[in-house]
């Protein structure tokens, strides 16, 4: 992904992330399970709890790991990160045998600094380079917005995890080898 200055800012493609500050976008390796599994932890508390009963999404932050490893290991999944200098601060899985987004993260401090958006972008560009035609995300109605600004549309309603959910889905160009 490309790296480039404008002023004070740094953007990753057309998208603004933090000044001054260097992000890489990489695959994730096993390493990352543990930093990851905090960043989802995070994630999870701060996007829920001043909507859901604690105990609707205790098991999510009991176990952060969730499927991380295992999607990781596997092959028809990628799962990328985005890192600073110092720490990951988001993460997005794709399975690439159906389009589904199972999981897409950012660190509570780095939220809405266009993270999720450079990967939501990427996950795009790799699943129209294997020849999908579309990504799916069944994202918890607390999270639905972030993928409406990033054009998928609503299918309907499904759950997350036990928590009311969103069916979303966005129609993705296929790369001209396709």
């Known amino acids: ?29 096993s390493t990352d399970v543990p930093s990851l599994g905090i960043l989802r932890g995070q994630a999870i508390e701060a996007a829920c709890s001043d909507v859901y009963d604690r105990k609707q999404y205790a098991d999510l932050v009991a176990d952060p790991r969730g499927d991380l490893g295992t999607w990781i290991d596997d092959d028809p999944t990628t799962v990328l990160v985005a890192e600073t200098e110092i720490t990951p601060v988001a993460y997005a899985v794709l399975a690439e045998d ?38 799916c995300v069944s994202a918890p109605t607390v999270a639905a917005g972030f993928f409406e600004t990033q054009g998928f549309e609503q299918e309907g309603e499904t759950d997350w995890h036990g928590l009311p959910a969103r069916r979303l889905v966005k129609s993705i160009e296929q790369s001209p080898e396709n």
């Open 98 to 135: 159906t389009g589904e987004v199972p999981s897409i993260a950012t660190n509570t401090d780095y939220q809405g600094e266009g993270f999720g958006s450079v990967l939501v972008d990427r996950l795009e560009e790799r699943a129209g380079e294997i020849g999908l035609t579309e990504l």
């Open 1 to 29: 992904m490309t790296m480039r200055r404008i002023g004070e800012g740094l953007y990753v493609g057309n998208r603004k992330v933090r000044p001054a500050m260097k992000v890489t976008i990489r695959t994730a390796t």
